[in-house]
């Protein structure tokens, strides 16, 4: 792990890793490849306990935090909890693709009733939550930045 005084490096790593997923997800058919959902699952993952690694870390160093530090800690905490419900909704876009797989085949007729939302939405949705981090990631944004 970079330096853990300086947290720009781990930062710019998350927020490069989360405009990547966000890219594969736009393009992500679920219903079709439950695996590669699986794979994005533990890529949001990963980067959830990417940003709860830099949390501790960051909050052991110090028993007074600044108001920077606390600024710091906060947008790292935010950026966990994004990346953890974008992991939730690609969970129930994998659990919706399945049960509606399931729904598909155990049909006797040509109606087969889907429940929703699709696995798309949900998908859609965790998109959307990975889209805010690397604006949370941006250093610039911070007074006083221990980053700059």
């Known amino acids: 792990m970079p330096d853990s005084t300086n947290p720009v490096p781990v930062l710019s790593r998350i927020a ?6 966000h890219q594969a997800l736009r393009a992500l058919p679920a219903e079709r490849d439950a695996s ?9 993952q990963d980067l959830a306990g990417i940003a ?6 960051r909050s052991r160093q ?17 950026i966990a909890k994004a990346a953890q419900d974008a992991a939730a909704e690609l969970t129930a876009a994998l659990a919706r693709a399945v049960e509606n797989q399931r729904r ?4 006797t007729s040509r109606r087969v009733v889907l429940i929703g939302p699709t696995p ?7 998109a959307d939550l990975l889209d805010r981090i690397p604006a949370l990631c941006d250093a610039r944004e911070w007074p006083e930045s221990p980053c700059q």
Not at 16 to 21: K, N, P
Not at 52 to 57: A, E, I, K, V
Not at 120 to 126: C, P, T, V
Request: proline share 4%; charged share 15%.
């Open 120 to 126: 798309q939405q949900f998908i859609e949705s965790a």
């Open 62 to 78: 110090t028993s007074r935090p600044s108001p920077t530090d606390l600024l710091l800690l906060h947008r790292v905490a935010q």
């Open 52 to 57: 709860l690694r830099l949390f501790l870390t």
């Open 16 to 21: 490069s890793d989360a405009s990547c997923l």
């Open 104 to 107: 598909q085949a155990a049909a």
């Open 36 to 44: 590669a959902l699986a794979a994005r699952i533990t890529d949001a």
